[in-house]
């Protein structure tokens, strides 16, 4: 919802959604560098280029943790592990980010997901 408001306020400043003076508006300026390597396409769907946004601003907040040596230094050494991962609230969808693509994937079946949302008796 955050990344959707923030992308609704870049085509149509007037409206923003979001205060700058705000915390979730401070918050949501994290994205600015993702946004701006990340284009809407000509005529593509609000939904669709939030949802590429929101995964860019994934793999942005991934590079800013490297930026902290002590992240580096414990990653190189191995003792810790950075993982990205897409939450999408409406579909209650989780999608893990492929460190050597970059291309967020399903951690789970759909047959799966959907045989935990069944009821239990």
């Known amino acids: 919802g955050g990344v959707r408001a923030y992308a609704e306020g870049e085509l149509d400043?007037?409206?923003r959604p979001l205060s700058p003076?705000?915390?979730i508006g401070k918050?949501?300026?994290l994205i600015e560098p993702a946004?701006?390597?990340t284009p809407m396409l000509p005529n593509e769907d609000i939904g669709l280029y939030s949802e590429r946004l929101a995964e860019a601003s994934v793999r942005q907040s991934l590079m800013n943790l490297r930026t902290f040596p002590c992240v580096k230094t414990l990653e190189e050494k191995g003792r810790l592990a950075l993982h990205g991962a897409f939450f999408d609230v409406m579909s209650g969808k989780l999608r893990a980010m492929d460190p050597a693509t970059g291309a967020f994937?399903?951690?789970a079946a759909e047959s799966h997901?959907?045989?935990l949302?069944?009821?239990r008796f």
């Open 117 to 119: 949302s069944q009821p």
């Open 105 to 107: 994937n399903p951690i």
């Open 113 to 115: 997901a959907a045989a």
């Open 21 to 23: 003076g705000d915390f």
């Open 13 to 15: 400043p007037y409206q």
């Open 35 to 37: 946004a701006h390597n």
């Open 27 to 29: 918050w949501m300026t």
